[in-house]
């Protein structure tokens, strides 16, 4: 599904996560607001797809032989959009349930998450400027806590294969 230049693609996904038509144009309403608002109107593709995917994704571009929530693979100089987006809709709806928000709310989150990457920001490397940008845009789009706070919340360190090349 496209909009204003931005495409969602929908992979192998298990039957019980496929979003039904509504929550499919909601999806890929967000990622056209993220491109306009966050990317410099710059497209980007987004594929949700499951744990094989993530992983052979993972696995071929950045040497993890595991599955991940989000890539992030910006666009070289030589393609027009920001980059490439990719979700594990199996990973999503774990993270969804065990911090008790809706899938799609999930989803948002990480394509915000990748979308910020692909702007450029790492928060591996940038003192903390991903983490408040994210909560900045949470909260402009009313959406629950982020990764980068639920990590830090938690102690817990974001892996840090989540930026690629393409």
Known sequence: MTSSGSTLLFGAIPAELKPSTAEKRELVQFLHTLCRRLAGSRP???????????????????GCDYATDVLSFPATHFKPESGEIAISLERAAAQAAEFGHALLDEIKILLLHGTLHLTGLDHEKDGGVMEREEQRWRAEFQLPETL???????????????KGAA
């Open 44 to 62: 980007i593709v987004g594929l949700l797809a499951d744990d094989a995917r993530l992983r052979q994704l993972n696995r071929d571009f950045l």
């Open 148 to 162: 980068i706070a639920r990590a830090s919340r938690s102690n817990r360190r974001l892996p840090k294969h989540r």
